[in-house]
T-cell receptor, first 113, second 114 residues
Framework: DAKTTQPPSMDCAEGRAANLPCNHS???????VYWYRQIHSQGPQYIIH???NNETNEMASLIITEDRKSSTLILPHATLRDTAVYYC??????????????FGKGTSLLVTP | DVKVTQSSRYLVKRTGEKVFLECVQD?????MFWYRQDPGLGLRLIYF???????EKGDIPEGYSVSREKKERFSLILESASTNQTSMYLC?????????????FGEGSRLTVL
């Protein structure tokens, strides 16, 4: 799996957009970008994933640069409940069933009132 | 909704005890995983299984074993617990090949070894 680099921490005001960056300059052509988050004292939760195109779901948007060397997770209207550690992971999806995600240290997002 | 249930949220054991951590998923997923999470180290993969009775070592299997006798259940075993195994243990499951690789996690089991 390609390595990822994320800032260790970020702040965001409630109601504003939270933009979480991730660098993955060694990403391969068949590697997907995944985002998970972990709220304190809970297990990680899947947010979104993408390969090349931008993706949006009910939780967030994922913007991947054209060269795929970086991406941004956008929470359009952050709430206090979005305070969590956000993990950016790249991996080859659709592999043998036994392939596992490798989590790094993530970005600790603090949403303030 | 997918549910991954870990048997205990909090456990306290003594050095040398045998410890069983149980995990059950209700979505007929092929793959199941055990991670441990420690401050500053993120999530590290201990073992995973892609089928009943199949297991694969992750990054840190030493001191652990696993059992998968039924598809829905994946157990992590500490044969002789040590203080350096004090940690948060997270179980996860995912659908089989070709399903996008999303992991569903349990709430975690916080183990303290005295």
């Amino acid at each position: 799996d390609a390595k990822t680099t994320q800032p260790p921490s970020m702040d965001c005001a409630e109601g504003r957009a939270a933009n979480l960056p991730c660098n993955h300059s060694t990403i391969s052509g068949n590697e997907y970008v995944y985002w998970y988050r972990q709220i304190h004292s809970q297990g990680p939760q899947y947010i979104i994933h993408g390969l090349k195109n931008n993706e949006t779901n009910e939780m967030a948007s994922l913007i991947i640069t054209e060269d795929r060397k970086s991406s941004t997770l956008i929470l359009p209207h952050a709430t206090l409940r979005d305070t969590a550690v956000y993990y950016c992971i790249v991996r080859v999806a659709e592999l043998n069933s036994g392939y596992a995600l490798n989590f790094g240290k993530g970005t600790s997002l603090l949403v303030t009132p | 909704d997918v549910k991954v249930t870990q048997s205990s949220r909090y456990l306290v054991k003594r050095t040398g005890e045998k410890v069983f951590l149980e995990c059950v998923q209700d979505m007929d997923h092929e793959n199941m995983f055990w991670y441990r999470q420690d401050p500053g180290l993120g999530l590290r993969l201990i073992y995973f299984s892609y089928d009943v009775k199949m297991k694969e070592k992750g990054d840190i299997p030493e001191g652990y074993s696993v059992s998968r006798e039924k598809k829905e259940r994946f157990s992590l075993i500490l044969e002789s617990a040590s203080t350096n195994q004090t940690s948060m243990y997270l179980c996860a499951s995912s659908p089989g090949q070709g399903m996008g690789g999303e992991l569903f996690f349990g709430e975690g089991s916080r183990l303290t070894v005295l």
